[in-house]
């Protein structure tokens, strides 16, 4: 079962909302499944606009294990500062193969929105 | 037309929202088209954030028909409990190939939202 | 650039909304696009939990052109009868390579919500 | 790094909602992430139902940036109009590999609705 998913994840459109409405807040999650028997250790790349990409490095999704890392948490995304309201993509990497799935949640106009996609997986 | 789909299916974001608002309740469904000529079986694995997989078993999706699987009723997941307000991911392992999507209704503050996915498709 | 797209493609998750509120008119679209430069011919099986599969045939996407159909229109549909409220999954297969997507858009309490899939591609 | 994505991408269902209420303006974005070392130089084609297609040429997403193209502003798009209201879709091409996401924010009828696809990936 080592082999299921990918080592690279892609999600061209990342946008953490700057309002929220009603006692959810607009955030949004990097949803990474580990199906295998080894922890995967996972550093992600923020891309911008106009500015250079950003870091996170050290994330540990244990074997068999899911995390939903919500990415306006530095702590849980290796450190990494992604400002709300920017436009932004994100790049993921583990050293197993995991899935990637990025969604977000949007109270920025009464009641509340969702989106997600399963990112896009580049290395096998 | 056996060969339509994959046998293993992987979804990272699973989250059945706690409250529901209006005459819908929040809820997640996996669905599932068998657009074969053979029934197939179905297992389910519910992974968590801090605690061991919990397994499905024996859930049967006919020939040439479609399940949309309640992930809040234990009877259309082959017995798994997945709690509320808990994230979760799930595989979905079939003998046959099957297609799989993932949706969430959300009505957990004032009007509803969707979300909803296709699997990762793994073994073809 | 005949090749690009699948001739056979699978959403699993379909649903038409019984309810409507507002302006917007709850419903669902099979977004079709051919990007050859020859007319595709197009068929459709939408299938169901508990009843035999129903077939549209003799849908046209002109060369270079898009269709968004209407699942709860019959003429868009080849034909199909689509009940609403009722869980369908959908196979659309065509004559020349074609990139088929899935949306919903639901107004069944108050405010909307949309939804959106590209299918699973089966035979490219 | 520089073949991470896919010089075609291909996204079906595109509509611009005519109709904004609240401060968050109904629109579309096409996300577009260049994770090469190499400036993107990106075209455009729109595909309509009634219509021939038109073109963008000459968008620029530079090396390790992302853009999230409005396609209801033909400076970011190369010059195309894309008309509010209508159904369409669209190809991407590059002549580096890139990622592309489609999302739209639908605000036509009080509070706010998304819905986001990655695209279809042809040539890699």
Redesign the interface.
């Known amino acids: 079962m080592s082999s299921?998913?990918a080592r690279?994840w892609?999600?061209?459109?990342g946008?953490i909302p700057e309002r929220s409405t009603?006692?959810?807040e607009s955030h949004e999650?990097i949803?990474?499944?580990n199906?295998s028997r080894s922890d995967a250790r996972i550093s992600l790349?923020f891309?911008?606009?106009?500015r250079?990409?950003v870091r996170g490095e050290g994330v540990v999704v244990p074997a068999?294990?899911?995390?939903?890392l919500r990415t306006d948490r530095p702590e849980e995304v290796g450190g990494a500062e992604v400002p709300r309201g920017v436009?932004?993509?994100v790049?993921v990497e583990s050293d197993v193969p995991v899935?990637?799935?990025h969604?977000?949640?949007?109270?920025?106009?009464?009641?509340?929105?969702?989106?997600?996609?399963?990112?896009?997986?580049?290395e096998r």
Do not use: W
């Not at 891309?47 to 106009?50: A, I």
């Not at 068999?64 to 939903?68: F, G, I, K, L, S």
């Open positions: 299921e998913g690279v892609i999600v061209p459109d946008f009603g006692g959810l999650a949803c990474v499944l199906p790349t891309y911008f606009e106009d250079e990409p068999e294990r899911t995390r939903h436009p932004y993509a790049r899935v990637v799935q969604s977000r949640m949007d109270t920025g106009q009464e009641a509340l929105a969702l989106m997600s996609v399963l990112g896009h997986p580049v």
